[in-house]
C-alpha cells in the first residue's frame, strides 16, 4: 500500500569534471509534495531533468511509476508531467490554442481532449478568456495555465520547477491551493523554491547543496537538528564584530549573522544569555537585547550548508 511512485537512489550527473548532482537518494509517495530546496546553481534543475528523461544520469537509478529513467525515456515523458522553470508556454498562441498544442504532444483527441480542456481551463480559473494571447496575460495566469497545460494527460507524478518565481503573493498562495488539491487527489509532485514560505507547505523537504543532499525530512524534523540547544536572537550595534567575540565562546555553539541581529546556537538559553551579556556588555556593545526565538527553516539551511562546507573543509 502507499508503495513510493518516486525511487532514486545514488543519482548522479557530470558536466565533464563537474559533479552537478552527486550522490541523490528519495522516495515519494502518491499525495505527497516534496520540495526541493537549495541555493542557485544546488543542482534541483538537473536533478528533475534527468528524473523527467530529459537528461541521462552518469550514474545510479530512478524508477518513476515503475518505469527505469534511463532505459524507458520516451514513455516516462508521456507519464508524468513537467513544468520547467522558465515558462514552456508559447507567447504568441492564445490559451485555447496552447492547450489544444500540449493536448497533441500527449495524444488527446476528440471528446478525451474537450472534457480534458475544461477541466483545465477550469482549475486555471481561466474560463471566458480562451482567446486571449498568452504574451499578454500577468504573470500568475501564465503559471497556472503552464501547470494545466502540465496536467492535461492527469499525470500521476508531476514536477514544478520554481512554479511561482516572480509571481505576485496573492497568485503565489493560489497556485499552492492548486498543488495542495492535486496531492489530495493522490498526485504525488516535487516542486522546487527559493520561497522558504513555500518550502514550509511542503510535506517533506530535501535541502540541495553543490549538488549533494545535506538534510532531509519534514519541517518539524528538519528544526531536530537544533534539538536540545536553544536560539537566542542578539541585538546590538556592529554585529560582525560581536559575532567574532561570541564565536570563541564556551557554551556557544553557532553565530550566524541576520540582517542586523545575530542568531546564536547556545546548549543552555540560560547560560547562553549570561555569557553572551557579559562578552558583549563588557566590551561596549549597547544597546543590547536578547531573546530566546524558535528556529526557522532558515535557520536550518544556513545550519546545513555551514556544516557540509567544513565537512568538505575537512576532508
Ligand atoms: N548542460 C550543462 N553543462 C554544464 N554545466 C551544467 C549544465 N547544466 C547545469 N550545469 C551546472 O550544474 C549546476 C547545477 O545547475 P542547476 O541548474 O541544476 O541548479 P539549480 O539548483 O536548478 O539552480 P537555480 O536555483 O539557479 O535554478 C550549475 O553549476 C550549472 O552551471
Ligand atoms: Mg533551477
Excluded at 564565536?247 to 553572551?276: K, N, Y
Aim: some cysteine; glycine content about 10%.
Amino acid at each position: 500500500m502507499n508503495q513510493p511512485v518516486i525511487e532514486v537512489r545514488g543519482l548522479v550527473k557530470r558536466f565533464g569534471d563537474f559533479v552537478s548532482v552527486d550522490d541523490v537518494s528519495f522516495d515519494v509517495r502518491p499525495g505527497e509534495v516534496f520540495g526541493l530546496l537549495g541555493s542557485n546553481g544546488a543542482g534541483k534543475t538537473t536533478t528533475i531533468r534527468m528524473l523527467c528523461g530529459l537528461l541521462r544520469p552518469s550514474a545510479g537509478v530512478g524508477h518513476i511509476l515503475g518505469i527505469d529513467i534511463a532505459r524507458e525515456p520516451e514513455r516516462l515523458k508521456r507519464s508524468i508531467g513537467y513544468m520547467t522553470q522558465r515558462f514552456s508556454l508559447y507567447d504568441d498562441l492564445t490559451i485555447g490554442q496552447n492547450l489544444r498544442f500540449f493536448g497533441g504532444v500527449y495524444g488527446l483527441r476528440g471528446a478525451a481532449f474537450d472534457a480534458r480542456r475544461s477541466w483545465a481551463i477550469d482549475i486555471a480559473g481561466l474560463r471566458g478568456k480562451e482567446g486571449l494571447m498568452t504574451g499578454s496575460l500577468p504573470g500568475g495566469w501564465k503559471q497556472r495555465l503552464a501547470l494545466a497545460c502540465a496536467l492535461l494527460h492527469e499525470p500521476k507524478v508531476v514536477f514544478l520547477d520554481e512554479p511561482t518565481g516572480g509571481v505576485d503573493p496573492l497568485s503565489r498562495r493560489k497556485f499552492w491551493q492548486l498543488i495542495d488539491s492535486l496531492a489530495a487527489s493522490g498526485v504525488a509532485l516535487i516542486v522546487t523554491t527559493h520561497y522558504l514560505d513555500e518550502a514550509e507547505r511542503c510535506d517533506r523537504i530535501a535541502l540541495m547543496h553543490a549538488g549533494r543532499i545535506v538534510a532531509m525530512g519534514s519541517v518539524p524534523e528538519l528544526k531536530e537538528v537544533f534539538s536540545g540547544r536553544a536560539m537566542l536572537e542578539v541585538s546590538c550595534p556592529r554585529v560582525l564584530d560581536a559575532q567574532a567575540l561570541l564565536e570563541r565562546r564556551p557554551g556557544i555553539h553557532e553565530v550566524s549573522a541576520f540582517g542586523t541581529t545575530l542568531h546564536v546556537v547556545v546548549d543552555d538559553a540560560d547560560h547562553g544569555r549570561a555569557t553572551i551579556a557579559s562578552t558583549l556588555a563588557g566590551a561596549g556593545f549597547d544597546p543590547l537585547e536578547i531573546e530566546r526565538i524558535v528556529p526557522s527553516l532558515e535557520d536550518v539551511f544556513i545550519h546545513c550548508i555551514e556544516a557540509e562546507d567544513e565537512r568538505r573543509d575537512a576532508s
